[in-house]
């Protein structure tokens, strides 16, 4: 049976191919997508969700827009990687796309998702986990519905933002704390397993050949990602860092998991968003989740590839309908 799965993402170019990965695979039931503020405000990240969508094809999957700022303090922005849209690079052109927007707000439609489907519900957050912990805040009764949270966020080592801390946990610490603490089952991609799958040039190669429009849109969100990438990290090319989470409910053999505690750290001076990964029980913390760590890079692209070709044809097909 496919994994029934809500999307809460901040679009952004990976959560963009997690998009695609979601909505092509068999092996998941993309029941809903919601948004939060991130890579970008949240006007910006639910139009790039839409605007996936769109040129996907994808119009069955309600899209909400939840959390425009963290639980405490002021918002960050990626606009050093995303630029000013959240998803530069492509021209989408200046019309609305024809995917409309929920009119629930996230945590309506995420609630209302958990109480009708019929099996728990997998959580995929792959940007600040604003909207999750609002949720386990408001409807602490709809725990039992949910089956697992599986989020991109942390670092097993250095951070991406500030030297400790990855962008999505350091957006909002206090919210991730309130993940990790929950009790639900959590795993865990972070940088040390995100960096291993870089867009190199045979990989946009296999995507350029697929020869569709959305593979062309495919291309140019890469080019404009590798050129961020390599301008503020000196990468020769960039991780997609958000598709390791569906990858790992389509084939979980993709990705070596350890379990560990996991703390966020919530005050320190220099270390404020920081995700304390304990690989070695020295803290005496109980572990609290299943961390990534070795990933089948060649096997991770093909299930990419596989998905740009399976809806850029599909799309393809719509058109010519």
Known sequence: MPVP???????????????????AHPAVDLLAITTVAGN??????????????????????????????????????????HGGSGLDGPGFGEGEPDVPQDPRDALTLIRDTL???????????????TNIA????????????IERIVLMGG?????????????????????????FTSGLPVTMFGLNATHQVRATPDVITRIAA???????????????FAATYREVYGFDAPPLHDPLTVAHLIDPSLISLVRAAVAIELTGTY????????????????????????????GFWDLIVEAVRVLGERARSEVQA
């Open 271 to 298: 270390t404020r968003g920081a995700t304390l990964v304990d690989l070695d029980g020295v803290t005496g913390l109980p572990a609290n989740a299943d961390v990534g760590m070795e990933v089948d890079v060649p």
């Open 40 to 81: 970008q405000s949240l006007e910006k990240t639910t139009l790039n969700a839409r605007r996936v969508c769109a040129v996907a094809g994808i119009r069955d999957v309600p899209i909400a827009a939840g959390r425009d700022r963290p639980l405490h303090g002021a918002a960050l922005d990626a606009e050093n990687i």
């Open 155 to 179: 670092s097993t080592g250095r951070g991406n933002t500030t030297p400790a801390a990855e962008f999505n946990i350091l957006c909002d610490p206090e919210a991730a704390d309130i993940v």
């Open 210 to 224: 697929l020869g569709t429009p959305l593979a062309k849109l495919c291309i140019e969100l890469l080019t404009y």
């Open 5 to 23: 799965v809500i999307l809460d993402c901040d679009p952004g170019h990976d959560d963009a191919f997690n998009i695609l990965l979601a909505a």
């Open 115 to 129: 109480l009708r489907h019929p099996a728990p519900v997998t959580l995929v957050p792959t940007g600040p986990l």
């Open 134 to 145: 609002t949720l386990l805040l408001a409807h602490p009764e709809l725990m039992h519905r």
